[in-house]
């Protein structure tokens, strides 16, 4: 018996009625991921990602009406598993190491998806539209990070706390495409050193750790 399959509202591309073509759907997105690490965007074909995928190019059209809107399909996969990276997170770190936690993780992910991450910057500029669901998924990070601190510290933060916090996540996340785009040195993202500068950096911006001072002195 044919299973039939909800496809979520978010997701562009052609209507998936079948639990059978979301899962070329999800094979062609993930595959291209992987072919991203060693090549950009631009220079992969429809035709080498579905060879690449195990399918025929019609599949590919199948599901997908061009390239373009393939890659905001690309999107869409890119903040659904970023939100359960998050929220694996939250679940696993609190206090002091949640940061150290969220900061290395957030460097590795972009580390490892330079090419895919290139192409999406460049797809900012080109319709200043399509970044509107990344630049919210960006403030859904800050405002979870604002709340959990709210928490432990057993009251609400600050204007100024508030602001510190969020402009340390603009600084980190600035960083991150600045290295993407131009690699202007002398740090690097594939080394440890970045997570460690990046990391104080943000600590010093934002001032994370005085607040929890004050949760102490509270105590």
Not at 37 to 57: C, M, N, P, R, W
Not at 162 to 170: M, P, Y
């Amino acid at each position: 018996m044919k299973q039939t399959y909800k496809q979520p509202p978010d997701f562009p591309g052609l209507k998936i009625k079948q639990d059978r073509g979301k899962k070329t759907y999800d094979t062609l997105i993930e595959t291209c991921f992987r072919l991203l690490k060693k090549q950009d965007f631009d220079s992969i074909t429809v035709a080498e990602l579905a060879k690449s995928a195990g399918y025929s190019v019609g599949a590919f059209y199948a599901r997908f009406r061009s390239k373009d809107e393939f890659f905001n399909a690309m999107v869409a996969y890119h903040l659904k598993t970023s939100k359960e990276a998050l929220d694996r997170l939250f679940s696993t770190f609190h206090n002091n190491e949640l940061i150290d936690a969220l900061i290395k993780d957030i460097v590795h992910y972009f580390s490892v998806n330079q090419n895919f991450w290139r192409a999406a910057l460049v797809g900012s500029m080109r319709d200043p539209d399509f970044w509107t669901p990344i630049r919210k998924s960006g403030h859904d990070v800050a405002r979870r990070v604002i709340e959990r601190l709210s928490e432990e510290a057993g009251r609400s933060l600050t204007e100024t706390e508030d602001t510190n916090l969020r402009f340390a996540f603009q600084i980190t996340f600035g960083t991150i495409n600045n290295s993407v785009i131009n690699q202007p040195g002398p740090i690097f993202m594939n080394q440890e050193l970045f997570v460690e500068k990046l990391t104080r950096a943000f600590r010093l911006v934002s001032g994370v750790d005085n607040i929890k001072n004050k949760k102490q002195i509270k105590k």
